[in-house]
């Protein structure tokens, strides 16, 4: 079983930059891969970006790619999602995932096995 819970979500204006963050409870962090999604009102959940359970692989949608990063800290079971030069088609509810798939990359909400509460994100023009 992995708890995961999110912050570091908030306001911002466009071209701003939030840096959100997942702790995961349990002592099997390095075993999942770990991944960001997020939902907009009235959209489905949709990717965002994933790192591997090694951390080193890395694969981002293509709306995010060269302005957010994501990484993890094995010391802090933390994983993070960087997000830079934020647009306000990035305003959505922002959900940590975890998932032990057979593939990589996971971009598919089904792959994932655990889930956090979720943190906003509003990026105002």
């Known amino acids: 079983q992995v708890q995961l819970v999110e912050s570091g979500g908030g306001s911002v204006q466009a071209g701003g930059s939030l840096r959100l963050s997942c702790a995961a409870s349990?002592?099997?962090?390095?075993?999942?891969?770990m991944g960001w999604f997020r939902q907009a009102p009235g959209k489905e959940r949709e990717f965002v970006a994933t790192?591997?359970?090694?951390?080193?692989?890395?694969y981002y949608a293509d709306s995010v790619k060269g302005r957010f990063t994501i990484h993890r800290d094995y010391a802090k079971n933390t994983v993070y999602l960087q997000m830079n030069s934020l647009e306000p088609e990035d305003t959505a509810v922002y959900y940590c995932?975890?998932?032990?798939?057979?593939?990589?990359?996971?971009?598919?909400?089904?792959?994932?096995?655990?889930w956090g509460q979720g943190t906003q994100v509003t990026v105002s023009s």
């Open positions: 349990g002592r099997t962090f390095s075993s999942y891969d």
């Open positions: 790192i591997s359970r090694s951390g080193g692989s890395t």
């Open positions: 995932a975890a998932g032990l798939g057979k593939r990589w990359p996971q971009y598919g909400t089904w792959e994932y096995d655990y």
